[in-house]
């Protein structure tokens, strides 16, 4: 009998020290400035730059395996790299305070001054290889400072929300029409998804991974989704003709929406045909007419007849309006094509407004649509950042990544928008 009770003792004691073992491995900690307001998005790494916790809007963090001795690294885009020494009393207390002092540096380079183009995020990021935005906020596929290819998530303040290690060969982000993000690879893509627990955000993780051949199959003529209606696009004679349909998303019943085509296109690729076998394809570039909607009303920008017609939420036909902007008229008299237009037309999905990208001797130049007139007048110009790449237009800011002539490496740049011409 003292045996059973001996034994049952030890089993008690192990089970106690144990448990006592599993609560001093774990850390809870809470993130504040120096006015004691917790900080979101601070990014919690070991020494050697794996990341163990992200702060949430309260400021709180949980680490876990961690002792006595460890040091925990935070790292905030627009607060000094702080290090953290665990001690022994700290496993004890119910929420550790790490305060982050304000960066003077970092908050002048997120900072929006004026038109002065600015990095957007610098967090322990060497290179932004590529960008996306929607309402969740952002994405980028990055390379860190520790050497590491990385997808992160942030807030539109560019407070990190999530990071994860991807392997090089991803190097695109992929916006669909239901506005979903896709991270593409040399062979494969992959569904970025976000995991809850309880209406909380916890994590980002990848989802519906597929061949990226078969990815571009299913997505690649799609150009625009609602709650009533799917147009999709089908492009004719190397790509000098568009058919544009759309489908009812309740009966799938499939109905024709527009016609466009470059006559001038549609006649040299006749000829390649009689005369010039398949070179049609290598030399003929496709026609660009895109299709946007925004306040229930569906715009397809016909360039080759020069106008926008307009649609209802139901992509039924409304009218249509002259536009000139992309144009120019010549020594005599006639109408051509700009040569600085870049056959790019940019919607800010925040406040509804067109624009149009130029350019002179490799500097961008923004314009903004008037659809009324048919014009567009110059709201930014990206002097000093030659040759920069996936311009986007956030809720009045301007976005694109620009690599310097010194350091191939790229950063995300913005600025904000001369609203007042």
């Given amino acids: ?14 089970l106690v020290l144990s448990v006592t073992a599993q609560q001093r491995s774990v850390i809870h900690g809470r993130c504040i400035d120096l006015r004691k307001q917790p900080i979101q998005g601070v990014n919690v790494y070991s020494t050697d730059s794996l990341l163990l ?29 702080t290090r953290f020494v665990i001690e022994q009393e700290d496993f004890a ?15 002048m380079e ?43 998530h942030t807030t539109m303040n560019f407070d990190t929300l999530s990071v994860l290690p991807i392997r090089r060969k991803f190097q695109r982000l992929y916006k669909d029409v239901y506005n979903q993000i896709h991270l593409i690879g040399n ?37 625009l989704a609602n709650d009533k209606v799917f147009v999709v696009t089908d492009y004719g004679d190397n790509g000098q003709e568009i058919y544009y349909n759309y489908y009812e998303i309740d009966s799938h019943k499939g109905y024709f929406m527009e016609y466009v085509s470059d006559n ?14 398949m070179g049609g394809s290598l030399f003929l570039k496709a026609i660009y007419d895109p299709v946007f909607e925004t306040h229930d009303t569906i715009f397809l920008f016909n360039f080759e007849a020069d106008k926008v017609v307009y649609f209802n939420h139901e992509a039924q036909r409304l009218g249509w309006s002259w536009i000139t902007f992309h144009r120019e008229r010549t020594w005599d008299n006639k109408w051509q094509m700009r040569k600085e237009w870049k056959k790019l037309v940019l919607l800010d999905e ?18 903004r649509i008037d659809l009324k007139t048919g014009k567009a ?45």
């Fill in 377 to 421: 007048d110059e709201v930014a110009k990206l002097t000093g950042f030659p040759f920069v790449t996936n311009p986007q237009v956030h809720d009045g800011v301007l976005y694109f990544l620009y690599s310097k002539e010194d350091n191939h490496a790229k950063q995300l740049y913005r600025m904000r928008i001369n609203q007042d011409s």
């Fill in 264 to 277: 001038g296109g549609l006649d040299l690729a006749e000829n390649f045909r009689k005369f010039g076998g």
């Fill in 1 to 14: 009998m003292k045996s059973i009770r001996l034994f049952s003792l030890l089993v008690f004691l192990l």
């Fill in 53 to 81: 916790s992200v702060s949430d809007k309260n400021g709180r963090f949980t680490v876990n395996k961690v002792k006595v001795g460890d040091t925990l690294c935070l790292s905030h885009v627009t607060y000094e790299y």
């Fill in 93 to 107: 207390k119910k929420e550790v305070p790490m305060m982050l002092l304000e960066n003077a540096y970092g908050l």
């Fill in 110 to 152: 997120v900072e929006i001054v004026g038109s002065a183009p600015v990095i957007a995020y610098r967090n322990r990021v060497n290179s932004v290889i590529d960008y996306e935005i929607n309402d969740m906020g952002f994405y980028m596929i990055a390379y860190r400072q520790d050497g590491n290819c990385s997808l992160l």
């Fill in 187 to 223: 062979d494969s893509t992959y569904q970025i998804g976000h995991r809850q627990y309880r209406g909380q955000y916890m994590n980002m993780e990848l989802f519906y991974g597929m061949q990226r051949d078969e990815f571009y199959a299913l997505m690649g003529n799609n150009v």
């Fill in 350 to 367: 925040v406040q509804s407004r067109f624009y149009a990208v130029f350019e002179e001797e490799g500097v961008m130049i923004l314009k």
